[in-house]
């Protein structure tokens, strides 16, 4: 079935005032509108005091932490609406697919496929057929193992896993892939914060973030790259906002300025509900896209300045000498880069860059954060590293209110990575598997996203199994994406709700329905891993939207025992006892001795973190490394813009909740692009007329039509569209060194008016 663009898109958008304040009250009717309407009130309301508590289950959103001490009310706005997608009342029944046939259904928006509510019913496409039919369990499995097991090589095969995926079901998916023979394990890691892992890996040997959210409490500097908290991690603000009540001083790097970093209004501050909101970001440095390395660098560079007017003051020459390597280099840098080159490359002058640099100087704590404006871009290992040489120059590693924090986007997308979750595994893990298990895991590496697609349009990957997400709106190239995936014999998704994926399939498709973050699973919790490294229960409440619907643990259990008749392993009975898989667990990965009694305790516990810990740097030199990387060379023609995608905040990856961008004044439509309004006038372009948007990489043109032009404050040059609207525009391989990840930050792009 080939991907085109669906024609039931809204040909409208709305553009009023942007909002001056981020939660407050709309936050609050936003919230109640989204779970009243789609769940009703009362199972609103039990959710809603289940969610992100002690006892209940874990926000099927971000992976933003909860404070030792919870409130009754411990969500935000876009917690709820995750909710109320995953605890809908619509329900879809085979019927729905006798009335829609694949090709009906692709013409739908994403949004539309969303909202017709949770699978009910496994289901299969055969081949040639035009629409999906009842199948049941038991003959689904058969179905696909057969299909596994005819293939001529376990590489054939490739297993996709999205970041909702909790630890139980992570770790015996991997399990089950590696007892079958391969490493094909690409996750939707591969295309957030690889970078991040991989940067981090070598520079502090770890891959994670080293700060608690008690840091934010003691913090003086908070310093945010390439990232939109307000929508992305929004009980972030609640930390931001203590910090800047009491005194701390907050930079936002970003070319877009988000109400989200700006001012906040606590909805539980009820008394202020009125008010004007705390002022967040005490300064904002607006730089072009991709300016990150510059900089970061001037920041490092107005340091040494300042290091130089007051020796000892502003370094932290005992924690570089005693603990890092590679000082000398990355200073000797920062001395022959000229302010010149910094302020082109950065797009914010030297004045801009000096007065943030005194804040960072006059700090002692400084805590460091970033997430996508930082990791989607060729360059992305080096912009992490550039961050991370900031905060060694400060000592800002393993002391209270300082570190690293990369904000995770899924709730346990860092949990299934610690579970074995990687298509390039380390050989004390392979090894603890084949010891635990009495088995050979394969130690040949997989492949990762853009490799999985790659492989599946050379015809080289046969069946494409994916653990929940959306795998063709979540990863670039669509057509070229939606090509690969109808080559392979078999796609198989694992999901609780309709989406794109289901429709650009492969000769046959299967839809395994699962249990939802908020459902009962039998009396059973599962746990999961948050952006700061703490595992905690979640255990769901509601009853299950259908009968037939499965847990992930089961459903992989039931696949491996028929992949695997008399296997070692008991899959039967680990289908039914996670106390029994948390015990493998215990025995196979560090950190989880004791894990069943350990995870009882309220809050969970936290995993070893050697920087935070005890400033152990387990990288090949036992130190914590600078690393010296050249400016950007990225050269934007004259007459063409260099794009970057964004989520609205009705959106959360894929997931389309809304078609209301409150916070950018942008409702209705989501084929938009954000410009210059200089940039505007100079193409003779006019807000809400539509273009069409083309890039050009390694000679292959891609182009995406009729998107609505908006006038926004954006630096020159530079415009933001929506994914994954856009994301036929990003090259599949176009991708960060090191980390492969898509350059979904960074693509050139021409925009001409549509005819
Ligand atoms: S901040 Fe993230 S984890 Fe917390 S409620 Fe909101 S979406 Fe869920």
Redesign the pocket.
């Known amino acids: 079935m080939k991907w085109k663009t669906p024609e039931e898109t809204p040909d409208d958008i709305d553009v009023g005032e942007k909002s001056t304040k981020a939660g407050g009250i709309p936050a609050v009717l936003s919230s109640m509108s989204h779970t009243f309407k789609k769940v009703g009130p009362l199972r609103s309301l039990s959710s809603l005091m289940k969610i992100?508590q002690t006892d209940g289950f874990d926000?099927p959103?971000?992976?933003?932490p909860e404070p030792k001490n919870r409130s009754v009310a411990e969500?935000?706005e876009?917690?709820a609406k995750?909710i109320a997608e995953e605890a809908t009342k619509a329900k879809i029944t085979s019927s729905f697919f006798s009335e829609y046939s694949v090709n009906d259904l692709a013409k739908k928006s994403d949004y539309w496929l969303g909202q017709q509510g949770r699978l009910t019913h496994p289901m299969i496409l055969k081949e040639g057929s035009s629409n999906y039919e009842m199948i049941s369990w038991d003959q689904a499995f058969k179905e696909i193992a057969s299909e596994l097991k005819a293939l001529d090589d376990p590489n054939e095969a490739i297993f996709y896993t999205s970041g909702r995926t909790s630890n139980e079901a992570a770790f015996l998916y991997q399990l089950m892939i590696r007892k079958f023979g391969t490493n094909n394990l690409p996750d939707c890691s591969n295309m957030c914060h690889e970078s991040s892992g991989i940067a981090m890996g070598e520079a502090i040997g770890i891959g994670k973030g080293t700060v608690t959210l008690e840091d934010f409490d003691s913090a003086d500097c908070i310093i945010i790259w390439g990232q939109n908290p307000g929508t992305n991690?929004?009980?972030m603000l609640t930390s931001l906002q203590s910090a800047a009540r009491r005194g701390a001083k907050i930079i936002t790097i970003n070319p877009l300025k988000e109400v989200g970093t700006d001012r906040f209004i606590h909805p539980k501050d009820v008394h202020l509900l009125l008010g004007g909101g705390t002022k967040l970001t005490t300064q904002l440095l607006q730089i072009r896209i991709n300016g990150d390395v510059a900089v970061t660098k001037g920041l490092m560079k107005g340091l040494l300045e300042a290091e130089e007017k007051a020796p000892g003051k502003v370094l932290d020459h005992e924690f570089i000498a005693k603990y890092t390597e590679g000082s000398h280099e990355v200073i000797e840098d920062l001395k022959k880069q000229s302010w010149d080159s910094i302020v082109e490359s950065a797009g914010v002058s030297k004045s801009e860059i000096l007065k943030a640099a005194t804040i960072i100087a006059k700090s002692k704590t400084v805590i460091g954060c970033w997430a996508m404006g930082l990791t989607q871009h060729r360059n992305a290992v080096g912009n992490i590293q550039e961050v991370l040489n900031l905060l060694l120059l400060k000592g800002a590693m393993g002391k209270p209110g300082a570190g690293a924090c990369p904000v995770r986007g899924h709730?346990n997308v860092q949990g299934d990575r610690t579970m074995g979750i990687w298509e390039a595994p380390k050989e004390p893990f392979l090894k603890k598997l084949d010891e635990n298990f009495k088995m050979k895991a394969p130690r040949e590496h997989g492949y990762n996203v853009v490799q999985a697609i790659e492989a599946m349009h050379a015809g080289k990957g046969k069946v494409f199994f994916a653990m929940g997400g959306n795998f063709l709106s979540a990863t670039p190239d669509t057509e070229y994406t939606a090509k690969a995936l109808s080559k392979t014999n078999l796609t198989v998704q694992v999901s609780t709700k309709l989406n794109r994926s289901h429709l650009v399939t492969g000769k046959r498709a299967i839809i395994l329905p699962c249990l939802g973050r908020t459902e009962r699973d039998l009396g059973q919790f599962v746990t999961v891993e948050n952006s700061m490294g703490i595992v905690h229960k979640s255990i769901g409440h509601l009853s299950p939207a259908s009968n037939f619907l499965k847990s992930e643990p089961e459903i992989v259990c039931l696949l491996a025992k028929e992949l695997f008749p008399d296997d070692f392993v008991k899959w039967d009975d680990l289908k039914m006892n996670y106390d029994e898989v948390r015990e493998m667990i215990g025995a196979t990965i560090p950190g989880f001795e004791g894990y069943n009694k350990k995870v009882r305790e309220p809050g969970g516990f936290s995993l070893p973190n050697p920087p935070r810990d005890s400033r152990t740097f387990e990288t090949e030199n036992g130190k914590a490394n600078f690393f010296v990387h050249p400016l950007p060379k990225d050269e934007v023609p004259e007459g063409k813009f260099m794009m970057m995608t964004t989520r609205t905040h009705d959106q959360f990856n894929t997931t389309v909740y809304g078609l209301e961008d409150r916070y950018r004044g942008i409702k209705l439509g989501r084929r938009v692009v954000l410009m210059n309004e200089e940039d505007m006038k100079e193409k003779g372009l006019v807000q809400g007329l539509q273009v069409d948007l083309e890039s050009e990489f390694n000679g292959k043109k891609r182009r995406v039509e009729r998107f609505f032009v908006v006038a926004y404050d954006i630096p020159r040059k530079c415009v933001a569209t929506y994914f994954p609207e856009a994301n036929p525009l990003i090259p599949v391989d176009s991708y960060a060194n090191k980390s492969m990840t898509p350059t979904s930050k960074s693509v050139i792009i021409s925009i001409e008016k549509s005819t």
């Open positions: 992100n926000c959103g971000c992976a933003w969500f935000c876009n917690g995750a991690h929004p009980r709730s």
